[in-house]
């Protein structure tokens, strides 16, 4: 069977063999799989950590022609502006769709760092007839299962470089990168550093190679010390601004690749007394609300995350009735935001 997002996933272990690898009876394992109570919790908790183990994919039971007008939809958190503009998007592309959407906070996790198997158990009992994924790194189990169920999906702006064939949306953010870097050297700024969010992130290394290349076509030399990563966390980008503040030769310029971290950024700038834009010039990227309400407000790139979610809602759909997607990745295009955070070099 072909996945609907990926390569063939390859069947995994029987149930039988899930039960000896954790000391029970198959019956005992089965009550786990199905969700049964009368399972004592150790018991419980060494049959869970063995289907994780071992891969185990429960048999296909989702069944298209009998699918619900019901989607769902795991984000990274629902307490950011980000997860609003998802949502907003989501919803409304649903709406025009006649679907539901059922929101589900992150994939919970188990002490061994595995994800938990309950949330996908749930899926199926509901009856979803597809998922939409947010930031979210799914594990090799997690793709198997789905393939297995049938169940449609797709990635929005994926942490990680999806397995090939799995169909995802994301902004241009090697572009974004381009532009942010090409505004700070029209305003003459020849040492523009970078605060990027974690290294392995698809758009966080998109953005910084898009800084990069900017740099190499205006003929400037990358230097290391001014590329510094702070994880998305605007404390870090704090922290990594006050660095490159200690430099002996500091910026002129920071491209922050994220609107939050430039919260962090404003804050180490007004610790050493230095003025936006007079002093430093800031670019950061998202287009959220908050870069409207920093003072001064933010020059920034913007990434339509609602598009992003629309889009990627409709695309689920189109597989919910059979289709395939001409390409697998889809990249809405990015724009620099021209607030108040940025000057020409004094």
Sequence with gaps: MGRTGSASATTGPTLAVVAREAGVSVPTASKVVNGREDVAPETRRRVTEALDRLGYVRRPRFDAAKASGLVDLVVHSLDTSWSGAVLHGVEAAAHDAGLEVVVSA????????????????????????????????????????LDQHRIPYVLIDPVLEPPPGVVSVGAANWHGGVTATEHLLSLGHERISVIAGHQRKMCSSARVAGYRSALAAAGLRHIPEYVRHAGFDESVARLRMLELLDLPEPPTAVFVCSDHMALGVYEALAERGLSVPADISVVGFDDLPESRWLTPSLTTVRQPLSEMAATALRLLVRMMDGERPESTRTELSTRLVERASTARVG
């Design 106 to 145: 992150g994939l919970n996790r188990t002490r061994s760092g595995r994800p938990e198997r309950g949330w996908l158990d749930k899926l199926i009992a509901r009856g979803s007839s597809g998922v939409l994924f947010n930031l979210a790194e799914l594990t090799d189990s997690q793709y198997a299962w």
